[in-house]
């Protein structure tokens, strides 16, 4: 059984880079905002080993993805605008990543759906 247990980790490390690379593309999804108003998401991800690049594009603009990390299925990556910073941590599961983005004491569940 130990054996098993340690064929199916090994298994399971060898596809992180793929799983990693799996995000790569553009993915939309949207935001309640703070005031009530809903807000169209486009994000275009691109994985390079444990790092996270890319750029969001909303009604505020566009802009990059900062300290972007991939590892296994879980991402994290900050957005920074002029007058904060917006923290966001994530899983990837296949074609959806269901995201929590953090903005001051407030926390918001955000799905992203991958455009094919």
């Given amino acids: ?5 340690g064929i199916l980790l090994v298994l399971f490390w060898l596809a992180s ?3 990693a690379a799996d995000i790569d593309g553009k993915w939309i999804g949207s935001v309640d905002g703070l005031n009530g108003n809903k807000v169209e998401l486009t994000y275009a ?9 890319g750029t969001l594009k909303s009604s505020f603009g566009e802009r990059e993805i900062v300290d972007g990390k991939i590892e296994g299925n879980v991402i994290s990556f900050s957005i920074v605008t002029e007058t904060f910073s917006v923290a966001n ?3 990837l599961q296949h074609d959806e ?14 799905i992203l759906k991958r455009v094919k």
Avoid at 1 to 5: D, V, W
Avoid at 45 to 53: D, N, S
Avoid at 97 to 110: A, F, R, Y
């Fill in 45 to 53: 991800f691109k994985a390079e080993g444990g790092k996270l690049t």
């Fill in 97 to 110: 990543i269901k995201l929590e983005e953090k903005i001051g004491n407030d926390t918001l569940p955000i």
């Fill in 1 to 5: 059984m130990k054996q098993y247990f």
């Fill in 89 to 91: 941590k994530g899983i």
């Fill in 17 to 19: 880079p793929a799983i």
